[in-house]
């Protein structure tokens, strides 16, 4: 059992950045692919970024690209989520989730949420314009 832990979420001014990380539990974090999700009040839950388990690949919606980075550092098991040019929209519950299998090699294999394993328990991000 993988547990994983986000942090680093808050109110911001549009405009403004965020980092958000989770921490994992496991060793095994490096043979795992890592995403985010988010899940705004009223809507159903949302990819937003994946990142396969070398960190050689990343992917992104439409919604978020160029304004979002995920990273990971598999040396201190987490994933980071760098949001800047934050909108009111982005406002959300963002969820880090983890693949056991590691990833795929196209976007499609990881915005299922049905792709991951295990799922952190979320931390709000607010977005005031």
């Known amino acids: 059992q993988v547990q994983l832990v986000e942090s680093g979420g808050g109110s911001v001014q549009a405009g403004g950045s965020l980092r958000l990380s989770c921490a994992a539990s496991?060793?095994?974090?490096?043979?795992?692919?890592m995403a985010w999700f988010r899940q705004a009040p009223g809507k159903e839950r949302e990819f937003v970024a994946a990142?396969?388990?070398?960190?050689?690949?990343?992917y992104y919606p439409d919604s978020v690209k160029g304004r979002f980075t995920i990273s990971r550092d598999n040396a201190k098991n987490t994933v980071y989520l760098q949001m800047d040019s934050l909108k009111p929209e982005d406002t959300a519950v963002y969820y880090c989730?983890?693949?056991?299998?590691?990833?795929?090699?196209?976007?499609?294999?990881?915005?299922?949420?049905?792709?991951?394993?295990?799922w952190g328990q979320g931390t709000q991000v607010t977005v005031s314009s």
């Open positions: 989730a983890a693949d056991r299998r590691g990833g795929g090699d196209t976007y499609s294999d990881y915005v299922g949420e049905s792709e991951y394993d295990y």
């Open positions: 496991k060793r095994t974090f490096s043979n795992y692919a």
């Open positions: 990142i396969n388990w070398s960190g050689g690949s990343t």
